[in-house]
């Protein structure tokens, strides 16, 4: 079955610090991942995206992203978080033939000044 | 250029009713996809159209029903409304058929079933 899994769902961390969210999936055939930031009371907005090519992916604010074929992953970084940062953040995967998307239950991130 | 637009925004529905939401995609977009968003299942893709035509379908019960017109603007409609239906529906607009396109999404229609 189709499936995407966030390993956490609500992480805290303090100014600074460094970020790493997991996301693994469970797909089919070649998949096109991407990350979503859902800011409180805002829509979905897309914070980088993977199709091919380098499996590392730099998306806006600073975010980046590790595609790693062999462990069906697609995990989402940032070296040093802010305030800002605080937000729901989703993890979703398609086919190349594009489509709907599957997404993960999503990781909460609050982020302490 | 003007992002997707979903209206309205929010809405309060009583059991047995039945409602439609709208979505007008970004200029040029032809596909408009169609998911709703809840705290327990999180987001699920209801269906997607392009060019007027349903592509795909997720798996939910036939009071769940779509359809999009040759301005590419799309409409949802839910018949016969449940408790359950209580959720934001969210709209989200790509620039072609194939995979490599981002997906934009609009700010959401929430719908409250009384």
């Known amino acids: 079955a189709q499936s995407v899994s966030q390993h956490n769902h609500h992480v805290i961390l303090s100014e600074a610090a460094s970020l790493e969210l997991g996301c693994n999936y469970s797909?089919?055939?070649?998949?096109?991942l991407f990350w979503y930031v859902q800011y409180p009371g805002q829509h979905l907005q897309l914070l980088l995206k993977?199709?091919?090519?380098?499996?590392l992916v730099k998306g806006i604010k600073g975010f980046e992203a590790e595609f790693i074929k062999s462990k069906f992953s697609f995990n989402l970084r940032k070296p040093s978080v802010q305030w800002s940062d605080t937000a729901e953040y989703f993890c979703?995967?398609?086919?190349?033939?594009?489509?709907?998307?599957?997404f993960g239950q999503g990781t909460e991130l609050s982020v302490k000044p | 250029k003007a992002g997707v637009t979903q209206t309205p925004r929010y809405l309060i529905k009583t059991r047995g009713q039945q409602v439609t939401l709208s979505c007008s995609p970004i200029s040029g977009h032809r596909s408009v996809s169609w998911y709703q968003q809840t705290p327990g299942q999180g987001l699920q893709f209801l269906f997607e159209y392009f060019s007027e035509t349903q592509r795909n379908k997720g798996n939910f019960p036939g009071r769940f029903s779509g359809r999009q017109f040759s301005n590419s603007r799309s409409e949802m409609n839910v018949s016969t409304l449940e408790l359950g239906d209580s959720a934001l529906y969210l709209c989200?607009?790509?620039?072609?058929?194939?995979?490599?396109?981002?997906?934009?999404f609009g700010s959401g229609t929430r719908l409250t079933v009384v």
């Open positions: 797909y089919g055939g070649t998949v096109n």
């Open positions: 979703a995967v398609n086919g190349i033939q594009g489509g709907k998307l599957i």
């Open positions: 989200a607009s790509q620039d072609g058929a194939g995979a490599n396109y981002g997906y934009t």
């Open positions: 993977y199709f091919s090519g380098d499996p």
